[in-house]
């Protein structure tokens, strides 16, 4: 089992650029990356999925480094709708399960 | 991205009668679905994983009889909450992934459903 550990909150004010870093330690050698990011009373929603580098999409940039050891979610420029719950999630080698840490509460402000 | 719809939104019902909740994978065909429950301010809990065609296969200090998974089509899952009681309040959530096992897929999920046993 992969753990995450992620920060527990983190305060942003809007229009700056948001790092959210996660240890996963022991992340296994076929495990994905992947961030979701949740409002209250809603499902998750996929952010960014990766297994090594970089990598970017529309929404957010997904650093990984070399040892696989973390990773980091980048929001460039944050607005007040991005405050939310993000996930940091390490898959299983096998099955797929995503088991999910606490999360980290992202407070963006005006 | 895909989608995934629940079914109902939300619930409201008398303890001891039993809730089904339907999970759709809209626009892809979903080998593999999950079952989720989180409580206020707590994170997700996985319930179980259920394959198409198979059994679900429940985590540790989930009742499998209580919690009834279906899995009968590609596209749809079902959960039954039997005799449910207030406990079983909470903040249901499925999600879909298109591999058999669910390894380097991603996962896609529903909106959620709210259940509230009176």
């Known amino acids: 089992l992969a753990k995450t550990t992620q920060p527990i909150s983190m305060d942003s004010y809007e229009g700056q650029e948001v790092n959210i870093t996660c240890s996963h330690n022991?992340?296994?050698?076929?495990?994905?990356i992947t961030w979701y990011q949740q409002f209250p009373s809603q499902g998750p929603r996929f952010i960014i999925q990766?297994?090594?580098t970089k990598v970017t999409n529309e929404v957010a940039s997904l650093f990984i480094p070399a040892d696989r050891k973390s990773s980091t979610l980048s929001l460039p420029r944050v607005s007040l709708s991005d405050t939310a719950v993000y996930y940091c999630?390490?898959?299983?080698?096998?099955?797929?399960?995503?088991?999910f840490g606490q999360g980290t509460e992202l407070s963006v402000k005006p | 991205g895909a989608v995934v719809s629940q079914h109902p939104s939300w619930v409201i019902c008398k303890s001891g009668t039993s809730v089904k909740i339907e999970c759709r994978s809209l626009d892809f065909q979903a080998t593999t679905m999950f079952w989720y429950r989180q409580f206020p301010k707590q994170s997700l809990m996985l319930m179980a994983t259920s394959n198409e065609g198979s059994k679900a296969t429940y985590e540790q200090g989930v009742e499998k009889d209580k919690f009834l998974i279906n899995h009968a089509s590609l596209t749809l899952s079902t959960l039954t909450v039997t005799s449910a009681h207030p406990e079983d309040s909470s903040f249901y959530i499925c999600?879909?992934?298109?591999?058999?096992?669910?390894?380097?897929?991603?996962?896609?999920f529903g909106p959620g459903t709210r259940l509230l046993v009176l």
């Open positions: 999630l390490s898959a299983y080698n096998q099955g797929g399960k995503l088991i």
């Open positions: 990766g297994y090594k």
């Open positions: 022991n992340i296994a050698t076929n495990d994905y």
């Open positions: 999600s879909a992934s298109a591999s058999a096992s669910g390894l380097e897929e991603t996962q896609y």
